[in-house]
């Protein structure tokens, strides 16, 4: 039996010509922009890319023309495809190539007839993995394609995930004592109306932090003061909070370590905005030390946390 396995991802700019591509999809993603009027929601979609095209491609330029995830996203599956020699392993993006109709028609050309689906998003949330998995199961249906199918989403639990979160941290660290800085876990925020609708994101992302804080203290790793922040927010309305803006002002000790908690593939949101833009504020707040750790991209235990989720779907 042909055997695939098979991630998804919101996507990211390959390009600077993908950048409109990219915006485009997602906020007319009616998971994103939550109005129930496709034309009330395409207005908007068009409004906020007017306004932020042109600083999302300065943004990526300064890149290098594309974003981080695209390359991120290519040597974890090549650690996998190591791993599964005997599967096909690819990737599917929510907003840029490849998409999936055109991914789950070649596997489908290729005969395979059993699937395991992992989104790449630890923590369930509407606007991204029932944003991806919709998307998914669109395009089965279009393709008349339907193999057997094993899905894995809040993964935030696994041990071995969590271990490699730790590794990362410690990776960061380096050989000074942890006692001297705070552990920032900064999470992408969400409008508050999402979480009030009852998206599980947030509960989920402090649940994680609650995992991670008990594993440190078992580890006898221990850190000056640990906190949960929010980044990405954008416009008006309420968000989640703390933010990180206002969480780094708040902060007496001027030694900290971030770790980007609901990604697993660095991109944008950590190469540029907490490496570029977050290091700035900090700056500017007299921080002695700012570290932002690594996404778990293609680290070992995280190729080792993704086995353990295939080979629990074992036919």
Same mark, same amino acid.
């Given at each position: 039996?042909?055997?695939?396995?098979?991630?998804?991802?919101?996507?990211?700019?390959?390009?600077?010509?993908?950048?409109?591509?990219?915006?485009?999809?997602?906020?007319?993603?009616?998971?994103?922009?939550?109005?129930?009027?496709?034309?009330?929601?395409?207005?908007?979609?068009?409004?906020?890319?007017?306004?932020?095209?042109?600083?999302?491609?300065?943004?990526?330029?300064?890149?290098?023309?594309?974003?981080?995830?695209?390359?991120?996203?290519?040597?974890?599956?090549?650690?996998?495809?190591?791993?599964?020699?005997?599967?096909?392993?690819?990737?599917?993006?929510?907003?840029?190539?490849?998409?999936?109709?055109?991914?789950?028609?070649?596997?489908?050309?290729?005969?395979?007839?059993?699937?395991?689906?992992?989104?790449?998003?630890?923590?369930?949330?509407?606007? @991204?993995?029932?944003? !991806?998995?919709? *998307? +998914?199961?669109?395009?089965? /249906?279009?393709?008349?394609? %339907?193999?057997?199918?094993?899905?894995?989403?809040?993964?935030?639990?696994?041990?071995?995930?969590?271990?490699?979160?730790?590794?990362?941290?410690?990776?960061?660290?380096?050989?000074?004592?942890?006692?001297?800085?705070?552990?920032?876990?900064?999470?992408?925020?969400?409008?508050?109306?999402?979480?009030?609708?009852?998206?599980?994101?947030?509960?989920?992302?402090?649940?994680?932090?609650?995992?991670?804080?008990?594993?440190?203290?078992?580890?006898?790793?221990?850190?000056?003061?640990?906190?949960?922040?929010?980044?990405?927010?954008?416009?008006?309305?309420?968000?989640?909070?703390?933010?990180?803006?206002?969480?780094?002002?708040?902060?007496?000790?001027?030694?900290?370590?971030?770790?980007?908690?609901?990604? @697993?593939?660095?991109? !944008?949101?950590? *190469? +540029?905005?907490?490496?570029? /833009?977050?290091?700035?504020? %900090?700056?500017?707040?007299?921080?002695?030390?700012?570290?932002?750790?690594?996404?778990?991209?293609?680290?070992?235990?995280?190729?080792?946390?993704?086995?353990?989720?295939?080979?629990?779907?074992?036919?």
């Amino acid at each position: 039996m042909q055997k695939a396995i098979i991630f998804l991802n919101m996507g990211a700019p390959r390009n600077l010509d993908e950048v409109e591509v990219f915006l485009s999809n997602m906020f007319n993603d009616r998971n994103i922009i939550t109005v129930k009027s496709n034309m009330l929601r395409a207005y908007i979609a068009s409004s906020i890319i007017r306004k932020r095209r042109e600083e999302a491609r300065e943004n990526y330029a300064k890149l290098g023309g594309a974003s981080p995830l695209v390359a991120q996203t290519e040597k974890l599956l090549a650690k996998v495809r190591e791993a599964y020699p005997d599967r096909y392993v690819l990737n599917i993006m929510r907003y840029t190539p490849p998409f999936a109709f055109e991914e789950l028609k070649w596997l489908q050309l290729k005969g395979v007839e059993e699937v395991t689906v992992i989104p790449l998003y630890p923590h369930y949330s509407t606007t @991204t993995t029932r944003s !991806s998995l919709q *998307d +998914f199961h669109s395009a089965l /249906e279009e393709a008349n394609f %339907a193999p057997k199918m094993h899905i894995h989403t809040r993964f935030y639990k696994n041990e071995t995930y969590n271990r490699a979160i730790i590794a990362r941290i410690l990776e960061a660290l380096g050989t000074d004592d942890p006692h001297d800085f705070d552990l920032i876990f900064s999470a992408h925020s969400l409008p508050q109306k999402i979480i009030d609708a009852g998206d599980t994101y947030q509960k989920e992302i402090i649940e994680n932090v609650n995992i991670l804080q008990h594993m440190l203290h078992r580890q006898k790793i221990h850190f000056k003061n640990i906190h949960l922040a929010y980044q990405s927010r954008v416009g008006p309305q309420k968000w989640l909070d703390p933010s990180l803006d206002d969480k780094l002002k708040e902060l007496r000790n001027k030694k900290v370590i971030l770790y980007p908690i609901s990604f @697993t593939l660095d991109n !944008s949101e950590t *190469d +540029f905005e907490l490496e570029v /833009e977050y290091r700035e504020v %900090a700056e500017e707040l007299g921080f002695e030390e700012y570290r932002v750790a690594k996404c778990l991209n293609d680290a070992p235990l995280f190729v080792e946390a993704i086995r353990e989720m295939v080979d629990e779907c074992k036919s």
